[in-house]
């Protein structure tokens, strides 16, 4: 059973600083790719940040320098640091992974940039 569990989500001013963890099922963090996508109501879900079996990173334009994807495979955790948050970083969060063919998510955690 694959279980993706986000957390650290929260209300912060512009500027300010959040990270995001999501816990995963044991085994599967270093073996698959894994990414942080996010959603408005009402908008396309849309990709943030991908790291891959290799460690590779990629990042959507609006964050780069700004978010840093990375995963502790002591933990089991893939992490999102996000600093300089901006209004238009509000939505919510979601890690996804890839993996034997299908697409797994966590439940989704707010975040709120807001002054």
């Known amino acids: 059973q694959v279980q993706l569990v986000e957390s650290g989500g929260g209300l912060v001013q512009p500027g300010g600083s959040l990270r995001l963890s999501c816990a995963t099922s044991?085994?599967?963090?270093?073996?698959?790719?894994m990414n942080w996508y996010r959603q408005v109501p009402g908008k396309e879900r849309e990709l943030v940040a991908t790291?891959?079996?290799?460690?590779?990173?990629t990042y959507r334009d609006s964050v780069k320098g700004r978010f840093t994807i990375s995963r502790d495979s002591a933990k089991d955790t893939l992490d999102l640091q996000m600093n300089s948050l901006k209004p238009e970083d509000t939505a919510v969060y979601y890690c996804?992974?890839?993996?034997?063919?299908?697409?797994?998510w966590g439940q989704g955690i707010q975040v709120s940039v807001s002054s």
């Open positions: 996804h992974l890839y993996k034997a063919g299908n697409s797994y």
């Open positions: 044991a085994g599967i963090l270093s073996f698959n790719v």
């Open positions: 790291i891959n079996a290799f460690g590779t990173t």
